[in-house]
């Protein structure tokens, strides 16, 4: 039974996700309100079952002689597997009025959503090479599909085709890394790989070490570094507003779930390895997406350039690992500090834009904080975040980050990444400045728009979280739940659930 509990969640959401298909063959009798009614109740479910086991240290693989060990149960993946489904419940309720106010989000879009979700979690869980590859296939062809929802727009045709192409060429690329490695271990299972690499000189693991180059591809492209970025901005700027949120920010989640499990619990003897490559490549992904977001006008296509900016930020905790293991925390944490700030920014505009798409550049929110100062707000707060501003979960994310690194010796690398910070502030600011130091331009007023939404009190909700992130411990100590520290101990402990043997 208590092996039961930990794969109810992924169960409920791959069931619910098979139920909305079905629900889907009938669209006359639902609204697209009542598909927003029925994920958002089973998500919460999940996010319940998903808590009985929070806050205890244990790692189980269950049903051995089912699974034959291909998935892992543990702290860190529950911690994951929360966070997941807290992103994707917080998407839905953000994209309440998105979602409705477009006829094309029928009810497969849902079920679409739901498998997303459920090839993250599995991702999350994944303890084997194979296991992972379909659970990240099964995410990225939902995503795929939700990019390019709507086929009347030739901007989400291109999108579509554009992530398809590449992200099944990175695939082949995956996979054929798989095939080195199980040609030299005769295994795809993480916890036999790395007992083959503790029992070999390095003259035998030339093939592993290819194989999981050729892997690490994967991992690069996904998150968008450098120089496998190139798709980005299109593809953002393509998507729907709410799903380019998600993939900003959940997908993120999930890709680094995986990865971080790898290196941590089995390959960290071989990390050093990639060491110089990734010193580079973070150093360019810094660089270049910095100067892509302030070149942008487009506000959806700097969100989405300073995302790569980001990545950035996150190898460098990632780089630091085979140094210092406490830049695993600080990995984690800020993906944490990452998801508030991006689902917050990108979904307040989608919110915006719900009943119009006239706000789109930068001088299309001037004056909004004079007509709708709450939004103008919380944009603020997220953008604050983003920028690293202190009082906001975003600085204590940077701060963590930074000091991790230098303590790991990359203090040239934290370097670099504070001065791109400080750029940051131009072109988080500007759009700031924008709205509200300028009149309103007259083509973008909207008189009749009420904010009395699901979708506003979900990104109030978001930027509250995000200042308590920053100043809860100092202030608002007696909220546990909020307390800085408390989220780090977590993060902390779901790492060390990677060690229990």
């Known amino acids: ?17 098979v139920g909305l298909m079905f629900m889907s063959m009938y669209e006359d009798k639902f609204s697209t309100k009542t598909y927003i009614t029925v994920s958002s109740i089973v998500l919460v479910l999940a996010l319940i079952l998903a808590f009985i086991p929070f806050g205890e240290l244990y790692s189980v693989k269950p049903y051995t002689s089912i699974f034959n060990d291909v998935v892992i149960f ?93 992200g099944s060429f990175i695939g082949a690329f995956y996979l054929l890394g798989v095939v080195l490695v199980y040609g030299a271990t005769q295994t795809t299972n993480l916890s036999e790989i790395a007992t083959f690499v503790s029992t070999h000189s390095n003259s035998d693991l030339a093939l592993v070490y290819i194989g999981f180059t050729l892997i690490l591809f994967t991992f690069l492209f996904k998150v968008a570094a450098f120089p496998f970025q190139s798709w980005v901005l299109d593809v953002y700027r393509g998507a729907p507003m709410i799903i380019t949120a998600y993939m900003a920010s959940t997908f993120k989640i999930a890709i680094f779930s995986f990865f ?47 995302s790569i900016v980001h990545t950035g930020y996150l190898l460098l905790a990632f780089i630091s690992l085979g140094q210092n293991i406490h830049s695993a925390y600080s990995t984690v944490f800020y993906l944490i500090a990452y998801l508030l700030s991006a689902l917050g920014s990108f979904g307040i505009i989608s919110h915006i834009i719900s009943e119009t798409k006239v706000r789109v550049t930068y001088d299309d929110f001037k004056g909004l904080a004079k007509e709708r100062p709450f939004l103008a707000a919380m944009m ?38 504070i001065i791109a910070t400080f750029v940051s502030v131009y072109y988080y600011f500007k759009l700031i400045a924008m709205m509200y130091f300028y009149p309103t331009k007259e083509e973008c007023v909207v008189n009749d728009f009420n904010d009395k939404r699901i ?8 930027a509250i979280i995000t200042v308590l992130g920053g100043i809860g411990s100092a202030i608002v100590f007696f909220i546990p739940v909020l307390n800085i520290d408390t989220l780090i101990n977590i993060t902390q402990m779901s790492i060390q659930s990677l060690f229990l043997k």
């Open 1 to 17: 039974m208590s092996e039961m509990i930990h794969i109810l969640p992924a169960v409920l959401i791959l069931i619910s996700a």
């Open 380 to 417: 603020t707060i997220f953008l604050f975040s983003l920028a690293g501003i202190p009082s906001t979960i975003g600085f204590i994310g940077k701060f963590y980050v930074f000091t991790e690194a230098i303590n790991a010796g990359y203090a040239a690398l934290a370097v670099l990444a």
């Open 455 to 462: 979708s506003t009190y979900a990104i109030a909700f978001l």
């Open 260 to 306: 971080l499990r790898a290196i941590l619990q089995d390959l960290q003897p071989m990390i050093d390895f990639w060491d110089s490559i990734i010193y580079v490549i973070t150093i360019f992904t810094l660089v270049f997406g910095t100067w892509l977001a302030i070149t942008q006008n487009i506000v959806k296509r700097m969100l989405a350039a300073s």
């Open 74 to 166: 543990d702290t860190f993946s529950n911690f994951f597997n929360i966070l997941l489904i807290i992103g994707t419940l917080l998407t839905l309720l953000i994209g309440e009025h998105y979602f409705q106010a477009r006829s094309y989000f029928k009810g497969e879009f849902f079920s679409i959503l739901m498998f997303a979700l459920f090839g993250m979690m599995l991702l999350a869980n994944a303890n084997e090479l194979v296991t992972a590859y379909i659970a990240l296939e099964v995410a990225s062809f939902a995503v795929y599909i939700m990019v390019g929802y709507n086929s009347e727009d030739s901007k989400r045709i291109e999108a579509i085709f554009k992530y398809l192409v590449l």
